[in-house]
C-alpha cells in the first residue's frame, strides 16, 4: 500500500531537485568581445566557476561586433560587450546600444577618469602609448613630451602607424583638449613631416622598425611590446631589446593613456549577471591576471602588476576624463587628415 505512495514522493522530490538545479543554473550571460578569446575566456571560466553562471562568448573585430549589436536591435542576445579604446565604447554609447549601470562596486574600483560620467561604460585596463627609442640612436635625454616630436630635429625619425587607427585618434584627440585646435593641427603637421616613411601595419611594426633602425623611435602601445619581449621567436624578442620605453610629459600632464573597457547593452535580458561579470572582471584577481598574460596595467589601484611591468618602471599617467577622447574624434581626424597624416 505504501510503495506507490513512496514512488510519488520519491518523485516529487526528484522532480523538485531537477527544478532546483535548473533554475540555479538558469543564471547566463552572453559576451560579445573585441578582445580575443585568449584575453577573456581564462576570466569568462573563472566567474562562471564561482557564479555558476553560464557565459556565452562571442568574439569579433570591435567595429563588426558594434555593428551587430546595433542590426540586432531590440533582439540582440549580447548582455555585456568588451572592447578596446575610450573612443569605441563612446562610439557604442553614441548608438544607444548601451545602458547606464549604478554599481557601487564599479565606482569604488574604478577611477572616474576611467569611466563614463553616466555609467555607460567602465575600464577594464589600462593601456599605455608612450614613446618607444632605439638605444643606439636616441639618448632618453633627448626626449621630453609628445609635443616635442614635432621639432625639426627628429626630421625623418619618426614611425606611427596610420590616422585610420583609433590609438592614434584617441591621442590626437588627448592632445585637442590640452592644446586646442591651433596648436594640435600644427603639431600634426610638425610630427608628419618627422614621419620616415608612410604609416604602414600596426604597433607592432613600429617597434620593429625602430629597432631595425628605419626609425628612431616609435609611438605605440606598451603591451606590444610586452608581447614581443615574451615571445618564443627569438627574432622578435631580439628586436624588443633594441628599443626602450620613454615616458613623455612627466613634468606635465603625463603619459597619454587608453583603455579596455565593458558595458552592458540596452536591451539585455540577464542585467543582473552582466553587472556582475564587470564587477567581477574589475576584481583585484582578473585586474592581475590582465597585467600578467597582456602585459596592460590594471585599472584598480593597489593591484600588483606583473614583472614586466615592474621592469618598466613607474610613471604619471594623464588623468584627462577619457569620455573626451570619444567626443573630440570626429576633430581629431579632421586634423590628422589636414596635417595629412595617411
Ligand atoms: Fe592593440
Known amino acids: 500500500m505504501k510503495t506507490p505512495h513512496l514512488h510519488a514522493v520519491q518523485f516529487a522530490l526528484a522532480f523538485s531537485l531537477c527544478l532546483t538545479g535548473s533554475l540555479l543554473n538558469a543564471a547566463e550571460v552572453n559576451v560579445y568581445s573585441a578582445r580575443k578569446e585568449n584575453l577573456i575566456k ?6 562562471e566557476k564561482y557564479t555558476d553562471t553560464q557565459v556565452n562568448l562571442i568574439t569579433g573585430k570591435a567595429d563588426a561586433l558594434l555593428q551587430r549589436i546595433i542590426s540586432e536591435g531590440k533582439h540582440s542576445p549580447a548582455d555585456v560587450l568588451i572592447t578596446t579604446d575610450a573612443g569605441r565604447l563612446y562610439r557604442a554609447q553614441q548608438a544607444k546600444i548601451l545602458q547606464a549601470v549604478d554599481s557601487q562596486i564599479l565606482k569604488d574600483s574604478i577611477p572616474k577618469q576611467y569611466r563614463d560620467p553616466d555609467g555607460y561604460w567602465y575600464a577594464l585596463s589600462l593601456r599605455v602609448r608612450p614613446i618607444m627609442y632605439n638605444i643606439e640612436r636616441v639618448r632618453p635625454k633627448e626626449l621630453t613630451t609628445y609635443e616635442a616630436l614635432s621639432d625639426s630635429v627628429w626630421r625623418k625619425r619618426i614611425c606611427i ?5 583609433i590609438y592614434n585618434q584617441s591621442l590626437v584627440a588627448s592632445l585637442l583638449v ?4 591651433k596648436e594640435t593641427l600644427s603639431w600634426a603637421k610638425g610630427l608628419v613631416d618627422n614621419f620616415a616613411r608612410a604609416p604602414q601595419g600596426g604597433d607592432r611594426d613600429q617597434i620593429r622598425a625602430a629597432a631595425a633602425g628605419q626609425c628612431d623611435l616609435a609611438i605605440a602601445n606598451t603591451y606590444y611590446l610586452g608581447k614581443m619581449l615574451a ?4 627574432v622578435q ?10 615616458w613623455p610629459n612627466q613634468n606635465g600632464r603625463g603619459v597619454h593613456v587608453n583603455i579596455s573597457g565593458g558595458a552592458v547593452t ?3 535580458k540577464n542585467r543582473e549577471s552582466a553587472i556582475a561579470l564587470l564587477e567581477f572582471l574589475a576584481s583585484d584577481k582578473a585586474q592581475h591576471w590582465y597585467a600578467q598574460t597582456n602585459f596592460e596595467y590594471p585599472v584598480k589601484a593597489g593591484v600588483q602588476p606583473s614583472q614586466m611591468l615592474e621592469n618598466w618602471g613607474t610613471f604619471k599617467a594623464d588623468s584627462l576624463s577619457l569620455h573626451h577622447l570619444g567626443e573630440l574624434n570626429a576633430k581629431a581626424v579632421m586634423i590628422m587628415d589636414r596635417a595629412q597624416w595617411k
Open 237 to 246: 624578442q631580439a628586436a624588443a631589446e633594441k628599443v626602450k620605453i620613454f
Open 178 to 181: 590640452h592644446l586646442g585646435e
Open 231 to 234: 615571445s618564443k621567436d627569438p
Open 266 to 268: 540596452r536591451f539585455s
Open 161 to 165: 602607424r596610420s590616422s585610420d587607427n
Open 42 to 47: 581564462p576570466l569568462l571560466l573563472e566567474f
